[in-house]
């Protein structure tokens, strides 16, 4: 076989499946697997959000070194299926390297989403999750047009624009100049209900989440980009949002306890939101229907848990250990990336309103609403991870008992 094309072609496989939105440690575990399917005698692998490096020692005693540089990734959970099919397929059959450059030019061609559906899911989402915060018809209306707004802005600045910052500057102040002008033109809204939904459609948290996460499994360069990354994206929002309240808003204490009265209202509406959400990050078929399913039990577990005890950081952790054990087993049932089942049912964990909060106590200078939802911010992306690294744990113990592989890495093969 030509082994330096078999390299470049277990790259392309890594560099899509990291663009596709693949978490790193199941990038490495994937990338280990297809090296040790090819017969290499040695493989080392080092992978973080923008760079992903491969040396391998042939049977023949030759080094192979490959680098690939991610300028920018994206989620599209479809695409990330097939890829983690095609690790399986290489992993079954080591094809060589034409038919896996071929197999890997199929999967790269699959037909796209249609874009009518991408607005469809960011209108649905963003009304959706402003409904969750507590806004009634008309807020549910501005909040569709401003959802329409910036997904039209969106698609066309994201082919001219790939700094966070000011994709989401531009976005959040859009969304937020729409909102505040039916404000100032004596519709009764809800401004801030409507916002929130809205940075539920922009929002980073999960960068914020996993690299916590991979923090505490000692990944510190991937965590702390991946930190750093959603800080620049939730500062995108603060400021975008900060200055068009500046110009247009009447400043006034918030209330910062926005939500839906109704348990039946908070639990619909965050499920078609995060069914909205799994359409914006390309999920097909019925894996659409289990992230809805995910969402609404993630967030019935919150309700029932927060009723026992009243504490947002123990709700959130039962909700995520819960979320996080149902994308496992359905991962396994439909010998898929786990990630797909996570990544929209875990948004009603997610702390959009808090994040909301912090920049808005920055813009009316109250500082103690800062420092109460910077808190309560931070702990609860450590609920999440901390309910993940629970579930993490329990779950590669149980298969090192049953000796079925679940992480691995360089050593697992010697």
Not at 366 to 388: K, N, P, W
């Amino acid at each position: 076989m030509n082994y330096h094309r078999i390299v470049k072609g277990i790259l392309d496989i890594g560099e899509a499946m990291l663009k596709s939105g693949a978490e790193n440690f199941r990038l490495d575990d994937s990338i280990y697997r297809m090296c040790h399917a090819y017969g290499f005698k040695h493989s080392d692998v080092f992978a973080i959000p923008s760079n992903i490096q491969i040396t391998v020692e042939t049977q023949d005693g030759e080094f192979i070194t490959q680098v690939r540089h991610i300028e920018s990734t994206s989620v599209n959970l479809d695409r990330l299926d097939y890829l983690n099919d095609l690790c399986r397929y290489v992993c079954a059959n080591t094809p060589d390297a034409d038919e896996l450059a071929a197999k890997f030019h199929e999967v790269m061609s699959r037909k796209p989403q249609p874009t009518w559906m991408y607005y469809v899911a960011m209108l649905v989402g963003g009304t959706a999750f402003a409904v969750f915060f507590g806004g009634h018809w008309l807020d549910a209306i501005i909040a569709a047009v401003a959802s329409l707004a910036i997904a039209g802005a969106g698609s066309i600045l994201s082919k001219r624009e790939h700094n966070l910052l000011v994709y989401n500057t531009l976005l959040a102040f859009l969304a937020e100049i729409i909102i505040l002008c039916c404000y100032k033109f004596g519709l009764d809204v809800n401004h801030k209900s409507i916002m929130i939904g809205i940075v539920m459609l922009l929002i980073s948290a999960m960068s914020t989440t996993n690299g916590i996460r991979e923090l505490l499994q000692r990944d510190f360069i991937s965590g702390s980009i991946n930190i750093m990354n959603s800080i620049l994206g939730a500062a995108g929002i603060a400021v975008g949002t900060a200055l068009a309240m500046l110009a247009l808003y009447d400043i006034q204490e918030a209330d910062t306890s926005l939500i839906a009265n109704s348990a039946i209202v908070q639990l619909l509406s965050c499920t078609i939101g995060c069914i909205a959400f799994a359409v914006l990050f390309k999920v097909k078929g019925r894996q659409v229907v289990y992230s809805g399913i995910g969402a609404f039990c993630t967030y019935a577990i919150y309700l029932v848990a927060i009723k026992i005890v009243p504490s947002n950081f123990f709700a959130t952790l039962m909700g995520a250990i819960f979320v996080a054990l149902y994308a496992f087993i359905m991962s396994r049932v439909n010998k898929a990336p786990s990630t797909i089942f996570l990544t929209a049912s875990v948004f009603p964990l997610i702390p959009g309103a808090a994040l909301y909060y912090v920049m808005y106590g920055f813009v009316i200078q109250d500082y103690a609403m800062v420092q109460s939802q910077t808190f309560a911010l931070v702990s609860t992306c450590l609920a999440i991870s901390f309910g993940f690294l629970i579930v993490d744990v329990v779950t590669r113990t149980i298969m090192e008992d049953l000796e079925i592989a679940y992480h691995i890495g360089k050593d697992f093969f010697k």
